[in-house]
């Protein structure tokens, strides 16, 4: 079954603990996506990677680290999570990143920073 | 920032009635697309219509585009209860990022 997996799916932590979320797609797809879902805010693009190696900021990085070693990985890192990063994270991929692409979308993994 | 603006944030109908979300943004685009998100889950794309295209069937959807405007219009016809979801615009003006609107939270009672 084609998909979009995320994990952890629930997170809670501490202020300054380094985490990792990670995401992966079967699809071969080129193009993934990390977003972060806010009440009032809707979804806001963290980053993206056109491609294996390649990565760039969206809207809201800071605070953030990806890496796209493997094209089905695409891990989003809190390197020292503040409360201000409780929110809803999505990661999406899409084929690439041409005009005609969706993009699917995980599950989501609600986070929580004491 | 936001690119997407939708309109209502919130609707409430009954079931058999038609429901109509809209949804602005503020630059030139490639493509709008509409997304729809039950609670807390993943979002699922439901159409996507080229900045070429003035309306575009799916199903019960219907979404128009007014590049002169800049604005989008989805259209939900004869709303079953199984529609209750947000919906969301998203916009891809082909500098690799899709920018999503805040959405809108329809209820369909049956």
């Known amino acids: 079954e084609a998909q979009v997996t995320q994990n952890p799916r629930y997170l809670i932590t501490v202020t300054g603990k380094k985490l990792t979320v990670t995401c992966s797609q079967n699809?071969?797809?080129?193009?993934m996506s990390w977003y972060r879902q806010d009440p009032g805010l809707g979804l806001r693009q963290i980053y993206y990677s056109m491609n294996v190696e390649v990565t760039d900021k969206g809207d809201v990085p800071e605070g953030y680290k990806v890496s796209r070693k493997e094209k089905r990985n695409f891990p989003l890192i809190l390197e020292s999570p503040s409360p201000n990063q409780t929110s809803l994270y999505f990661c999406a991929s899409s084929e690439d990143r041409g005009e005609q692409e969706t993009q699917y979308f995980g599950p989501g993994t609600r986070l929580l920073v004491l | 920032s936001q690119q997407g603006e939708e309109d209502p944030q919130a609707l409430s109908i009954q079931e058999g009635e038609n429901a109509t979300m809209n949804c602005s943004y503020k630059?030139?685009?490639?493509?709008l697309q509409w997304y729809r998100q039950n609670s807390g889950r993943g979002l699922v794309h439901l159409i996507l219509?080229?900045?070429?295209?003035r309306e575009k069937h799916s199903g019960r959807l219907r979404v128009t585009l007014d590049t002169s405007k800049k604005s989008s219009s989805l259209l939900i016809t004869a709303s079953r209860a199984a529609d209750t979801a947000s919906y969301f615009c998203a916009t891809d003006d082909n500098t690799g990022k899709l920018i999503f609107g805040q959405g809108t939270t329809l209820q369909v009672k049956p």
């Open positions: 219509i080229r900045s070429n295209e």
């Open positions: 630059t030139s685009i490639n493509n």
């Open positions: 699809m071969n797809h080129e193009y």
